[in-house]
């Protein structure tokens, strides 16, 4: 599990102005078997995927659509193999991120954690909150961990950011079949983008 987490900061995160740069798919096979269907209104940064060492990464951003993004926030996945002990201990391990920082546990099960935290310094990603949400999820003999990060400015309830870690983390499946393997394959062609933009940063949800 340790692994997965450090696994999640190793890539160049996209900025929140530059997401309508981005190659988008709804689905992806990872090479050591499980799969992940990204969530309705988010898509997967096809560039940004990488495995190692048994452990899969990805990002998934609001979908793009001719009047901006309907969703907001951006979200790192990683998916590891699980070993015997679960999510024993994970919260603990959360809060170890942020040793000197603010924890807060949303949403706990025996196969989910959620959690908000408050770093005392800012994020790396331009334009996000200094809080963030993050969760760790056992499906289908995975670990998967999942961090969402919300724009400056936007108006965020733990109670949306644990339905969205909580869709993301669902959404990891265990090894699918060779048909399964053709489906995901189609999905994983690139989505024609929209030619115009007239928001370029996510639009806050309704907090009713």
Same mark, same amino acid.
């Given at each position: ?37 990204? #969530? ?9 995927? *990488? ?55 949303? *949403?706990?099960? #025996? ?47 733990? *109670? ?34 929209? *030619? ?13």
């Amino acid at each position: 599990m340790i692994s997965a987490l450090m696994l999640a900061g190793c890539l160049q995160l996209p900025q929140f102005p530059k997401l309508d740069r981005v190659e988008y798919a709804t689905q992806h096979q990872f090479s050591a078997g499980p799969a992940f269907a990204s #969530p309705s209104g988010y898509c997967i940064a096809r560039k940004l995927v *990488k495995e190692q060492n048994g452990a899969g990464f990805l990002v998934t951003t609001p979908c793009p659509t001719v009047e901006g993004f309907d969703e907001v926030g951006l979200i790192t996945l990683t998916v590891a193999p699980s070993d015997s002990n679960g999510l024993k201990g994970a919260d603990e391990l959360l809060r170890s991120a942020t040793p000197s920082g603010g924890f807060k546990v949303i *949403k706990k099960s #025996p196969n989910m954690v959620l959690a908000r935290i408050s770093p005392q310094k800012a994020q790396s990603i331009s334009s996000a909150q200094r809080d963030f949400w993050q969760g760790l999820g056992l499906r289908g003999g995975y670990i998967s961990v999942a961090t969402l990060y919300v724009p400056e400015g936007v108006t965020f309830s733990d *109670k949306m950011a644990a339905d969205i870690l909580r869709d993301t983390l669902t959404a990891v499946s265990a090894p699918q079949t060779a048909q399964s393997q053709q489906a995901l394959n189609t999905g994983q062609r690139p989505q024609v983008r929209p *030619k115009v933009f007239s928001v370029l940063r996510p639009k806050a949800r309704p907090t009713s």
